[in-house]
């Protein structure tokens, strides 16, 4: 352990690469599969990313090797920028300040001819999509937007999370009704026979309690689970509702809109209805031809989720490729310079937020900070305090963004070509390194106190940095972005100068100023403005004015309403059965019980009014599954009770209990109020 621990600290510990390595360092990070445009031949360029097109030219590249066939491929185009659509900062006119240039008008070439606007200037550098026919774009949303996005998307998951929660308690078995303890002097209450009232309502239980009872000879039962399941399949699927009441019939015609489902179901239905209610006695012919109908059915839904998952697995394979791991990005920059110890970072405060007195570090240096082309452009405040910040000992670096009018500094474009060299004043800091760019802007200065550092030839130069006070601080302007992005880290020394111009600066830290440093709101109602909810957020305030108006202001100390109280229908009944115990009267009441139970089950049962006992207890033991000869013997005897004149009160027996027990199960099985 204890040397696993010194191996990671001598790690953690170890020098960084040289810096005449930082171009292997940047094949390394090239070679990872996330920058896809130099691993995909069909990487989606810009217009702006393929002004990297000519410099790199047709021939094989060694740290992005398939770049050159991703000029080939169509070019991707960015949806509804909005507020991220910034221009480039080099309006060529010889003047300072905007400066963003009209993306209709043609950008004059080295050779004097117009390329149609198709220079590659950098415009909107956000993230890649592929093209798509105008899509319908939602407005973009503040903060009080997003919260108000994720109180509703919660709001839903909880909801999905409790139907999920119902649908899996309804698959539950029910659970057996507690028995009323039996009164002694009426004698022990008969024993139930819970395996017929409890049912299942899953329908892969209910199946496998249909097999399990034909392997058992049971083929009345069988053919009744296999029913269950088929109803129950076509509840959970929301075709029909099961309910005690209704019958085969009800649902049949629950399936009208679904032609061929009804003519299966109303099949399975006819071959049931014959065991449960005439005279086909169930065998082994009768359970199979109705099993093989309902498995189907039964199954259906999960063979339509398996194939609604295949098809969204194999519609998974469009790529997405990240604006930040795009050659406009920064993500391939800020790996390498972390490799050199230099941490870069974006900047997420404004430009007036930065104090011009900031002190300098331990080390006795300053901070970095690139604005690069699509940065917000600084107000003559905001520039004044940059300025100053840079002559206490700070580094502003200036990347594509027209200069102050202080560094007396213009744009032009026509460069002769695309290679860079450092100049003899900075050779002996950067060495001679062979550098190139995508663009062919260069500057034009005023001034002669700034101190040349990159330069297309004598004449055009490229950056320009200017010393700043006497504490080492420095303003250091470039013609563009370029190099500061991971296009640039493809082609020659470009990955050493970007290091070696970060260490030569000798920052703490460097920060990179982009065109999302202005978004966002800096205050509650500039949210609320940019989401578009004020109209929103005036209707719910007036809502609750409304509601307080309505509701008034009490006065007073609050008190609870008071209650009222009556005894529940169920206290009469239990008040009204204590006087018939004490009377021993249960056979005056099993006899008014029996005389509405045997008319509830008649109405359920039979469709006609068949007189006659039999006919019931046929129809009462196809609809329950119970044995007809114990139907018939509860019939029977609730019978003999509603036909008997005269009943006297003290006739009572220890069988009213069970008779009355056996009356309300039957009722309960073949729907309605016990």
Known sequence: MISFTLLVALAAASPPPALDDANNQAREILARDKYGYCHDPNYPLTEVEAGWCPPVGPEHNARCQTFPSACKAPRSQLLNPGRLDFSRGDGGDGKTGDGDRDPDKSTPTGDGKSDGGNSGKRKVPKRLVEPEPDPFELPPLGGLGYAIFWVILGAGLLLIIYLIARNSTRNKPDEAEPVPPPQDELGPAPARDDHSEQLARDVNTLLDQARAAASAGDYARAIHRAHAALLHRLDHDGLIRVAPFRTN?????????????????????????????????????????????????????????????????????????????????????????????????????????????????????????????????????????????????????????PAPSDLGMSYESGAPGHDLKVSAAFSDRLTELDLITADDSYLVPTRSDGTTLLEFAPGFPYAIQHERGYRGGDVTVFADDRLFTAGALMLRDNPEFLIRFLRDLGPREVEFADGLLDLGADTPAEAIANTHLTPVILQLLALLAVFYFCRGIRFGRPHDPPTRSRRQFAEHVEALGHQYARARASRHAVRLYAVWALERLREKTLMSRTPGIYPLAQAIAGRTGDDENRVMETLVEASSLRDATSISATTATADDLRLMQDLARLVRLVGGPR
């Not at 199979?288 to 519609?315: C, D, G, H």
């Not at 604005?371 to 305090?385: G, R, V």
């Open 249 to 401: 019939g009800d649902y049949v015609r629950d399936l009208q809109s679904e032609a061929e489902l009804r003519r299966e179901v109303r099949d399975i239905v006819r071959d049931v209805e014959q065991a449960q209610f005439g005279t086909t006695r169930p065998d082994a012919s009768l359970y199979e031809r109705v099993l093989q109908r309902v498995v189907p059915i039964a199954t259906r839904r999960s063979a339509a989720l398996l194939a609604l998952l295949a098809v969204n697995l194999l519609s998974c394979d469009t790529r997405n490729y990240p604006f930040d791991h795009s050659p406009s990005g920064a993500d391939a920059v800020i790996e390498l310079a972390a490799k050199y110890d230099i941490t870069i970072k974006f900047r997420t405060t404004a430009l007036a937020d930065l104090n011009p007195n900031e002190a300098l570090g331990d080390d006795n240096q300053g901070r970095t900070l690139v604005l690069l082309h699509d940065s917000p452009f600084p107000t003559n405040e905001e520039w004044a305090h940059l300025l100053e910040w840079a002559d206490n000992g700070h580094h502003l670096v200036i990347a594509g963004r």
